[in-house]
Nanobody, 129 residues
Framework: QVQVQESGGGLVQAGGSLRLSCAAS????????MGWFRRAPGKEREFVAA????????????SVKGRFTISRIISRINAKNTVYLQMTSLEPEDTAVYYC??????????????????WGQGTQVTVSS
């Protein structure tokens, strides 16, 4: 059974920073390709950042490039796969529910929702002006 769980959301002032964490468990130590997506109020869910399964290649949405950083740790002991999203210089436009996703379908840092088959429940990030 694969489980994906986010944590670390909250309220922050514009210009501040937050770090989101996501743990995915249930597969071998080689892990998953992982991605972050977000849904702002009244908008469709959109891609934020992703990291590939093996060599750690990353990709970012243009709106967060230079401000957000995705990284990961894979435990060979318990097969726990943890990915982080470090968010800096936050803007009110970054307010959204942030979702973590894991992919057993692709090895790459995919920006496409359809390539992710396991999703977390989401964590709220609110940036005040």
């Amino acid at each position: 059974q694969v489980q994906v769980q986010e944590s670390g959301g909250g309220l922050v002032q514009a210009g501040g920073s937050l770090r989101l964490s996501c743990a995915a468990s249930g597969r071998t130590f080689s892990g998953y390709a992982m991605g972050w997506f977000r849904r702002a109020p009244g908008k469709e869910r959109e891609f934020v950042a992703a990291i590939s399964r093996r060599i750690g290649t990353t990709s970012y949405a243009d709106s967060v490039k230079g401000r957000f950083t995705i990284s990961r740790i894979i435990s060979r002991i318990n097969a726990k796969n943890t990915v982080y999203l470090q968010m800096t210089s936050l803007e009110p436009e970054d307010t959204a529910v942030y979702y973590c996703a894991a992919s057993a379908l692709t090895d790459g840092a995919s920006p496409y929702e359809k390539e992710y088959d396991y999703w977390g429940q989401g964590t709220q990030v609110t940036v005040s002006s």
